[in-house]
């Protein structure tokens, strides 16, 4: 059995918005995330871990930022992507550890739902995702609230 790891991190700043999209839930907030597609930094940092596993670089090289086509995409197309592309490889996901960093929104009242979301655009169990979120006590740029960081590992199985 082939046993592949991989770690993803990214980190978004806030702006102008009425609400943040996290795992491909839209959470109503004061401020929205800046990026170049839709700025949901859970699922970035998600397709990033499974990429890493597979030794297939980042989220930046399958989908350069500076392609205008992916200008406001929806981020659960890159995680499409990076799930597909293990299942070509041949590998299964075995589990998702994605952990949120924030001060604001609180994201435990939404987790359920982002692990439903996540799991169906993953193909998998909802038991074999984690969405967890912590705060930096204040510190850092999430502690001040100026945006928002997120880590992901990624487990999948070639058996």
Not at 99 to 122: N, S, W
Request: proline content about 5%.
């Amino acid at each position: 059995m082939d046993i592949r790891l991989g770690n993803g991190f990214d980190v978004h700043a806030f702006g102008p918005g009425n609400h943040v999209t996290l795992c491909g839930v839209a959470i109503p907030h004061s401020h929205g995330l800046v990026g170049h597609s839709d700025a949901d930094v859970g699922m970035h940092t998600v397709t990033d871990a499974i990429y890493g596993a597979l030794a297939q670089g980042d989220i930046g090289q399958h989908f350069p930022p500076s392609d205008p086509q992916w200008k406001g995409a929806e981020s659960h197309i890159f995680l499409t992507h990076a799930a597909d592309l293990a299942r070509d490889m041949g590998f299964e996901i075995s589990n998702i550890d994605c952990t949120l960093i924030c001060e604001f929104p609180k994201v435990g009242p939404h987790a359920a739902r982002m692990r439903a979301v996540m799991a169906d655009i993953l193909r998998v169990d909802e038991g074999r995702i984690s969405i967890k979120a912590t705060t930096s006590e204040r510190l850092g740029f999430t502690g001040r609230g100026e945006g928002i960081a997120c880590i992901a590992t990624a487990a999948l199985v070639r058996p």
